[in-house]
Every structure is written in C-alpha cells, then in structure tokens.
C-alpha cells in the first residue's frame, strides 16, 4: 500500500527550479532513501513536501492531497520533518525541545506519556531532560530531533541527512535506532543521504536524484548491488 505518493513535483527558489517534476512513492511502514549529490535537489523535495516552499504537482499521503505552501497543516496532520543541521533549540532544555514538537497537540495525558516514551527510547533524553539542548553532543542533538519530530505521531517522517557530521560508530547506532522506530511502531520514513551504505541497509526501496529528476528507483538491495551507484555513492 502507498503512504506517500509525490506526483509530477516541481520546485525551486524564486524564478530557478530545481526539481523539474519527480515523482516517487514511499509505502506503508517502508523506509525509503534518496541519495544525490549536492545541490542535486534533495533537500529542496523536503522543504517542498512539508510545505516550507512553494511547490506544483501533487503529494498525497494515504491519497488526501496535502495543501501546498502550508508547512503547518501538512506537518502537524501527517508528516514530521527532521531538517537539516537538525533544527533543535539550543537555549532550551531536552525537555522543552520534546514539548515544543507537541505544541499543536491538546491531549496533553498523551502528550505526557509520548515524552516518557521517548526518553525511555533513547535513555540520554531522560538522563539530561534539565539541560539544554546547545550542550548535548552531535548524536545526542540528532536523536533529539527525531524525538521531538516523533512527539507529533507522524505517519511519516522525513529526515535530512540524518548522519550529516556525525562519527561512523555513532551514524550505526543512529541508522539502528531508526530501523527500531520503524519496524516496532511501523512509521514509514523518508531518509536524504549523501552517504549510502547504511541508509540503504535499512531501506526497502532507494531512489537516485539527479539535477532535480530522479533517475534510478530501485528496490534497496538491487542498489546497493548497483555497480554504477556503488562507484558513485557507495565508495567503490
Ligand atoms: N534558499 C535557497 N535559495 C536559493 N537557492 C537555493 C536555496 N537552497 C538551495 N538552493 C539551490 O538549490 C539547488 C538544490 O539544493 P539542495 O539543498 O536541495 O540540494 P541537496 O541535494 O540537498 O544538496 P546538499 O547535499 O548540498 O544539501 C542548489 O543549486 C542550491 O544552490
């Protein structure tokens, strides 16, 4: 079954466009990778899926339309975006940044026990509650984020290169986490990555963004066995 279906998308920044019309789906419960390399539009198709620029064409999620250039209905309702450099709140404690990824939510009991959850799920959230978010480290922040994206109970999550400065032993342990919220709770996710290896590993379908169109779509594993993209993104 198809969660998210991206129909013939196009957008950019003022007159330029850099997606010229891409179409992909992502599945229930399935995680999907979009590898490119830079400047090739990736993050570009988050901002335009979760309404922070403008698009044309269309995006469904479970076939209802989302509205175009309405970041807070279309987050909040259905998907959850982990930006780019992760977007926490560095003066603010743990706690709050969890709060904060609640805020258009009213039942406040659930609101209460999703925080439990998440600071259970990833003990260190529990551990430095009190503190702000500015003095946790790369992959604590990162893990932070996707939390707090987690506290609006998406049903899909879109991340922006989740790995992005972080060591490899952490990126394993991160890629891991993710597989588990994937596979226990059946959130389906959307993962931009440069670096490939992982991302695929945990992925059931990849697809390759190039000068704003896809150009390779392909089940995750045959990807990975993909001799030109292992050349390209996977290190030979
Ligand atoms: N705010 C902006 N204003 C104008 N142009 C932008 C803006 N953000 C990105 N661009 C341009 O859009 C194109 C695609 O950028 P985008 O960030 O989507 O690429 P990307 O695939 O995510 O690459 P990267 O890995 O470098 O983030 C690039 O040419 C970039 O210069």
Redesign the pocket.
Same mark, same amino acid.
């Given at each position: 079954m198809t969660l998210l279906e991206v129909k013939d998308l196009r957008a950019g920044? !003022?007159r330029?466009e $850099?997606l010229h019309g891409i179409s992909f789906t992502v599945g229930a419960g399935e995680i999907a990778v979009m590898l !490119?390399a830079?400047?090739? !539009?990736? #993050? #570009? #198709?988050l901002r335009a899926l979760s309404g922070l620029i403008d698009r044309r064409g269309d995006v469904a999620i479970n076939g209802e339309k989302l509205p175009a250039g309405d970041a807070a209905r279309a987050v909040s309702e259905r998907l959850a975006h982990v930006p =780019?450099g992760r977007g926490t709140f560095p003066g603010f404690t743990v706690h709050e940044n969890l709060m904060l990824g609640a805020y258009t939510r009213r039942d406040r009991a659930a609101v209460a026990q999703d925080v439990a959850y998440w600071q259970e799920f990833f003990p260190i959230l529990g551990q430095r509650a009190k503190q702000r978010a500015g003095t946790l480290s790369g992959g604590e922040q990162q893990m932070l984020a996707i939390a707090r994206a987690m506290m609006l109970r998406p049903q899909l999550l879109i991340l922006d =290169?989740p790995s992005q400065g972080l060591a490899p032993v952490i990126v394993r342990d991160l890629f891991s986490r993710l597989s588990e919220i994937n596979k226990s709770m059946g959130i389906a996710m959307l993962i $931009?990555e440069?670096n490939a290896h992982l991302s695929l590993s945990i992925a059931a379908r990849g697809y390759v963004?190039e000068a704003g169109k896809i150009s390779v779509s392909q089940p995750a594993a045959e990807l990975q066995a993909n001799d030109e993209i292992r050349r390209a993104y996977l290190g030979g």
């Open positions: 920044y !003022g330029s $850099v !490119g830079n400047g090739a !539009g990736k #993050t #570009t #198709t =780019e =290169e $931009v440069q963004l």
